[in-house]
Structures are given as structure tokens and as C-alpha cells.
């Protein structure tokens, strides 16, 4: 007897952490190797302007799972406190997340990895497989991780133990279910040196990293970044985390091959936000200085879609996407899925770009970030950064300065595209802000979040400093 076919797909969804856009060799990267991620995108659809929403994990990560904003959803910066012991803190507690509408559809829900929004040992938002990380990050090897509601330490190399626990989940998967599996590697996050395999170390050892100029160390810097003779020892380590974990992309691949199951499921891959290795002077992302930065180097995340029966093969969309728009996209995918709650969030389905529908681009899009009180809003021409309360403020002209080194904010000629970009965001803003969570109001500080955002914090240190 033939096996039943499913209406909706499977679905596989593989989100790395601190990985650039430039960091893929199908992005046009020429030395770091990544043959399973360009496998994947030749046999998808790779977008090279797709946004984070905030250039930190945590807020990113809650926003592609509830197609909120950092300023609805109230996570402002990455989970400190309330991630395991005497107080968890459930972050999201309340707000629906894609996985549990799903998961109401009748999808089984797997997460291997990452988590890193709070309460991490309680498995939340319809997942019912949970193994994950217990903090957000930690060494490849003795990792703190969570099995079966356990505490636990791996000795294995993190990124292999992660796809491990995935292969495991994808053999116990039938064929008259759907199911979805998030893979959230930690990789190519630091630590880089002395933390990967030798051998993705070893074929890094002749590499110029061209892509990755050192540029003067920029004013606002504040990571402890490795300004000194170690630079590039760290870049041979994040090249490698990236190879590593390309290689265990393609262990997935191979299992839904050899299941049968390529055909029938969807894969995404994208990162929580991007990073910079030397670009404009920074190691780090948003919170890679003070004030917190929304170059593109850090607000652009490698994205790609791969599904050979429906989606096209090989092609790259350069129209402008966001993380906010990952949920609604998602839900429309796999039949449309109602969100009771979609009026009210700031995301819209590129679902018609996704297919391949020509001339389906969408009009008049820009894109918005946040990082506390740092906004920003983004069309093709131009980006204008705001800094509440007081600035400094950026302005770029993208066309005439794609790489952003030419702030013309105090530019008499730019003054009307200034005065025009500060009046959308602001606008934008209020439309979809929960008073009560307005990241303008939070005194985020990029060295972590101890305690829920606004009055839900009862008058508690929110901030680490």
C-alpha cells in the first residue's frame, strides 16, 4: 500500500546565531565554505535583503516565533535572567506563537537547540519534542543543555549533539502527520578559538579573509573584541563554526532524502540577526557598540527557502523582507492558517515572492528595526537611524553609499528625506507599539534582560549593566 499524502508540508526550520548574510559562499563569499548551504540554495530561493527586527538573538528570535516587535512582544535584548532556576521567567507567556497554532493544525512540534526566551526547561508554544540549550550560549563542549526536563551537561561538540537530537526526531516522524522541527544552532556564536573541530580550523589556515576586512576599531566599540594579535585566529574560528555547521545542514538534507520526505517538506534557514568580523571597525552586532548600531552588516540575516515541489529552484529575490513578516508567510504557506490576532502585527506574507510569482513585488516597502530605544527605518535609496532621546542620528543614502560610511544627517540637501524618513517611523511605531513595553522607554543596555519589560517587571532591575 502506498503511504497516505499529506496536504501540508513538513517543515524544517534551521536558524543559526550571529551569522552574517556575507558569511555563505552562494551570497558570494569566496572563501568560506559552505557547499550544503549553497546546495540548499540552488535548490531554493535565497533572499539577499532579508532583515532581522532587532540586531540582538532574543528579540529577533521572539519576533519571528510571535510576528511581534520587540516594542509588542517586550523582549528588548537577550534573555539574562529568568532562563533556568529559582525564578523562570516565561517571556512570552500569553502571546501566540506560530509553532502553537500549528501545533492546533495538527502538526507535531520538535525543537533541538536554542531557545533562549525564558523558562527554558517548561517545553512552550506547542512544542512537545524539547531539547534545548539552557541559557542562550556557552562553550562547544559540556554544554548546558536540557533533556527530558533534565539538566544536563553534553561532552560532545555542541553542533553535532544539536543535529543529533534533530535526525533522532525527523526517524520517529510518520508520513500521515505533518510535522515541524526547529534546528536553532548556536554556531558560529563565540567562543571561536580552541572550540571547533581541528580539521574546519585546518582549512582555514591559508585563507587571506578578504571578506572580512579589519578596519579601524570603530569609536563606539565596547565588545571585548580581539583587537590584538589573535584577530585572525578568531576569524578561522568563526569561518569553521560556520563550516561546521554547514556540514551538519547537510546531514539533515541527507536524512529527509533517504526518508522520502525531501519533496514534501519545506526548509528555512535563517539567522537570528547579523554580524560584523572587522566590518566598519566592530566584532559584534547591534550591541558590538554603545549606541548600538543598525548597519546592514548587522541587521541583514542569510535567509533561504527550499522546497523543490513548490518553491523555484536557484533564484535570488532582492526585495526587502523582515523577520516580522516570517509568520504570516509561514501560516499562508502551508494553507493558510488564521491568526486571530494578524491586524494587529506589523508582518505581511511574501508568500507570492516565495513562489515565484512575477511582478508580485510588494509596493512601497520599508523596513523597521528596533534595539531599545534605537530605531530604524530602511527603504532601498535610504536608511535613517534615531536615537531616542537625544541622539546621535544617522542618515545614508545607500545608492551613492551602500557600505554606510557617510552619515549626511546635518546635510542641508538631505534635510526633506530626513524630516520625511523621522515622520514614517514615527508613524509606524505607534501604530503597532504596546505602550507598556515601548523599547524608548527601556534602558537597555546590550550586556543582557533580567526581568520582563514595564510595569510586568513590578518596579524590578530590568537591565543588566
Known sequence: MLPSVQKQPNIVFILTDDQGAWAMGCAGNHEIQTPNLDRLAAEGMRFSNFFCTSPVCS?????????????????????????????????LKGQTAYTELLANSGYTCGLSGKWHLGDSINP???FTHWYVHQQGGSAYYNAPMIRDGELIDEPGYLTDVI???????????????????????????????????QEFVDM?????????????????????????????ENLKGYFAAVTAMDRNVGRILDKLEAKGMREQTLICFLSDNGFNCGHHGIWGKGNGTFPFNMFDTSVKVPAIFSHPSRIPQGHVCDELVSGYDFMPTLLAYVGGIEHPEAENLPG???????IGDEGSGREDVVIYDEYGPVRMIRSREWKYVHRYPYGPHELYNLVADPDERNNVIDAPEAEEQRRSM????????????????DGTREAVTGFGQLELAGPDGQ?????HE
Open 348 to 354: 505581511r506574507s511574501f508568500l507570492p515572492l516565495l
Open 124 to 126: 512552550q508554544k506547542g
Open 59 to 91: 528579540p529577533a528570535r521572539a519576533s519571528l516565533l510571535t510576528g511581534r516587535m520587540p516594542s509588542q512582544h517586550g523582549i528588548h535584548d537577550w534573555i539574562r535572567g529568568g532562563n533556568v532556576g529559582d525564578r523562570p521567567i516565561e517571556y
Open 204 to 232: 582555514y589556515d591559508n585563507c587571506q579573509f578578504d571578506t572580512c576586512p579589519q578596519e579601524p576599531k570603530h569609536p563606539w566599540s565596547i565588545q571585548t573584541a580581539p583587537w590584538s594579535d589573535d584577530q585572525r
Open 163 to 197: 543535529t543529533d537530537d534533530a535526525l533522532h526526531f525527523l526517524e520517529s516522524q510518520q508520513d500521515d502527520q505533518p510535522f515541524y522541527l526547529g534546528v536553532h544552532y548556536t554556531a558560529p556564536h563565540s567562543p571561536w578559538i580552541d572550540s571547533h573541530p
Open 422 to 437: 523621522k515622520e514614517r517611523l514615527d508613524s509606524w511605531f505607534v501604530s503597532y507599539v504596546d505602550p507598556s513595553r
Open 459 to 463: 518596579g524590578k532591575k530590568a537591565y
